[in-house]
């Protein structure tokens, strides 16, 4: 096992109750999301979550059983750098007590990524940009602006997309970006200011838009994360 392995786990092993789970139960409609708080780690052995009690628990009741996969994300956002963990398991057992619990496998492999780096992580999803409308102007008239593509870098700062270049976008032009994510069934959308714009195929009119995000903080991190979680999930197991 190599260092960096080795210290993603021990990281998992030392992560203090109470930290802000998320799980995602795999069913054949769509996933079930359930949030709950981490009861503890048996290194190497098991992990021990909180069982919740609202509708989406009650809703995924059906599926909470013995050996059914789900995927799990972490996330310590008390830590200066909001460090994410996310890696797939399955349940072990459901314990009903005073405070139930519900009992997952110790995960064979990890994804870690720090949340608010300022580095760029390297990504691939599909996404696209239009311009935002003028303060007045009909909504609709931003459709045919439309520029479909790939979400190709991103952090907490900003980050990079690929796609077809227009001549409504230009630099300082404050847009917005969806993008696809596929593990939790949905599309979702966030300002963004372009920065620069760079021709990558010259016959295709393709080119690469780099962007500031432009939303709240809270809502610049949830987006972040989600991104961020979604790539890591679609990595090999």
Do not use: E, Y
């Given at each position: 096992m190599g260092s960096s392995t080795t210290y993603e786990f021990s990281y998992l092993n030392s992560m203090p109750c109470n930290t802000e789970v998320t799980i995602q139960v795999v069913t054949?409609?769509?996933?079930?999301?359930?949030?709950?708080?981490?009861?503890?780690?048996?290194?190497?052995?098991?992990?021990?979550?909180?069982?919740g009690s609202d509708n989406s628990w009650q809703e995924a009741k059906?599926?909470?059983?013995?050996g059914q996969p789900i995927i799990v994300r972490l996330v310590n956002s008390d830590e200066p750098d909001a460090n994410i963990l996310a890696f797939r398991s399955s349940i072990r057992k459901l314990l009903g007590s005073t405070e139930p619990w519900l009992i997952i496998d110790y995960p064979k492999a990890l994804q870690k990524v720090a949340l608010r780096q300022h580095s760029r992580i390297a990504i691939n999803l599909e996404a696209s940009i239009q311009v935002m409308p003028a303060e007045g102007s009909d909504e609709g008239e931003t459709t045919q602006l439309l520029s479909p593509g790939q979400l190709?870098?991103?952090?907490?700062?900003?980050?990079?997309?690929?796609?077809k270049i227009l001549q409504e976008i230009s630099v300082e032009t404050p847009c917005l970006l969806q993008v696809k994510v596929l593990q939790e069934a949905e599309t979702m959308s966030i300002p963004i200011t372009i920065k620069n714009i760079q021709d990558i195929e010259y016959g295709r009119m393709r080119g690469q838009y780099g962007f500031e995000l432009s939303g709240e903080k809270s809502e610049t991190e949830t987006f972040v994360q989600k991104v961020i979680l979604n790539h890591l999930l679609q990595q090999p197991k």
């Open positions: 054949p409609s769509q996933p079930i999301r359930l949030r709950t708080r981490l009861i503890g780690v048996d290194p190497h052995r098991a992990i021990i979550f909180a069982l059906k599926f909470l059983k013995p190709s870098n991103i952090s907490i700062n900003g980050g990079a997309f690929i796609g």
